[in-house]
Every structure is written in C-alpha cells, then in structure tokens.
C-alpha cells in the first residue's frame, strides 16, 4: 500500500520556540493532505486540510496563525507550530489522499509526538 | 453539529466474535471509515463503506445502513493481537475530509 511518512517521529521543545512537522507521500501524488490531533486515549480531530498550492482550511477552533500549514508540492505537506505552549504537547497526525488508478484512500503517517517544555 | 457515537469499551475472549456499532449524524455523508490503532501509532485503515450492505474483508466485515445512520465492524476469530482502539469516522465532504468518533477500545482476553 502507498506510504506517508512524517518528520521527526518525536520532539521536544522549549516553551515559545517553533518546531516545524513534515509530512510526505512517498510513492503518490497527495492533493489534498489532512492534520490532526490527537490527546492520550482520545480520538483524532480534524486541524486543517491543507491542499497543493493553495491555503489550507482549518476547522473551526483552531488558530491558523499558530499552526501554518504549507503544501508547497504534491508530496510534501508541513505543519509548524509557532510559539509552542505546554498545551500544544500532542500526538500530531497527518493524512494524505490518493485518488490515482486504484481508487480513492486515505493513508496515515506515523504520527509525530511533541512535548513542550 | 457532528456527532459519531460509538461504544467506549469491548471485551472478548480470544477466538469469539465482536461487533462495533457506529452511529453518526453528520452534515455531510461520503463514505464511513474503520480504522483500528494500537496505541501510540497512527490508524491503519481496516474497511470503507459507501453504498448499504456487508463489506467482507478476512477476517472484518463492516456493515452500513445509510438511512438510519448506522454502522458496525465485525470482528471475527479474535486473535491478541487485535486489541486496539477501533476508530469510526465519516467523509462529510467531496474533499475526503473525515470526522471521527472517540473510538472503541477492544480488549481481547485469553
């Protein structure tokens, strides 16, 4: 199956610092990417979608001056949080669609664990 | 508002059958997700319903019913290694934007 992969897989950082996630499909075109979010034992929520070339649409609730979304190509998708807080600390996830010959999915990367300090 | 409701926690023993029930309401419907998630990784999709009826996939099968809102995933033959968090989640857009219910957690007992 097609593989996203995300970068670093762990990080800690300082309080007021910015840490900069990336996401990349390895072996397709993502158009569209999604981040989410996710607390211990909760489910995931929906950050943003991010799409190729243009801004990304963030859910309601969530600021878009501190978590910049930028897809600069079709396989790269990034997620910085600026001025981390210790409320930011959580398992961040991001998700890329593909819609080539074999049908529509959706493909999770691992996962980035960030801890704020 | 959205709203996916599944149950918190499943236990079963090794070798029996489970069913997930899945409810949602949301302001958009193209599709429903079942994702299954250890714990501290990323989901890892399991099944995709669009159209009512049974999806067979091995050992999982998952199930729609369009009009009531309705779905389940059906675990059989429960090795250890399907515990895990069970995640429900529906596209509400074109987009392939997904929400999710809070998941199921199954415990599987020897």
Redesign the interface.
């Known amino acids: ?1 097609a593989v996203v992969s995300q970068h670093p897989s762990r990080v800690i950082c300082k309080s007021g610092t910015s840490v900069k996630i990336e996401c990349r499909s390895l072996d397709f075109q993502a158009t ?1 990417m ?1 981040w ?1 979010r996710q607390f211990p034992k ?5 950050m943003a ?1 991010s ?1 190729e070339g243009s801004k990304a649409t963030y859910e309601q609730g969530v600021e878009k001056d501190k978590f910049l979304i930028n897809h600069a190509s079709l396989t790269l998708s990034t997620l910085t949080v600026t001025s981390a807080h210790p409320e930011d600390s959580s ?1 961040y ?1 991001c ?1 890329a ?1 593909d819609q080539g010959i074999g049908g ?8 980035t ?1 960030l801890t704020v300090t | 508002g959205q709203n996916i409701d599944q149950p918190t926690e499943m236990t079963a023993t090794e070798g029996a059958i489970v069913q997930i029930n899945c409810t949602y309401q949301t302001s958009g419907f193209n599709g429903l ?1 079942w ?1 299954q998630q250890h714990a ?6 399991l099944s ?1 319903n669009v159209l009512d009826g049974l999806e067979e996939k091995g050992r999982f099968s998952s199930f729609l019913s369009r009009s009531k809102g309705y779905s389940y995933l059906l675990l059989k033959e429960l090795q250890m290694k399907d515990s895990a968090s069970y ?1 429900c ?1 529906v596209a509400t857009d074109s ?9 199921t957690q199954v415990v599987v007992t020897p």
């Open positions: 199956g569209t999604f989410y909760k489910s995931l929520m929906l979608t799409n398992f996830i998700s669609r529509d999915e959706q493909y999770f990367g691992p996962g664990r | 997700f994702y501290g990784e990323a989901p890892t999709f995709y995640l989640a987009w392939g934007k997904l929400q999710f219910g809070a998941g």
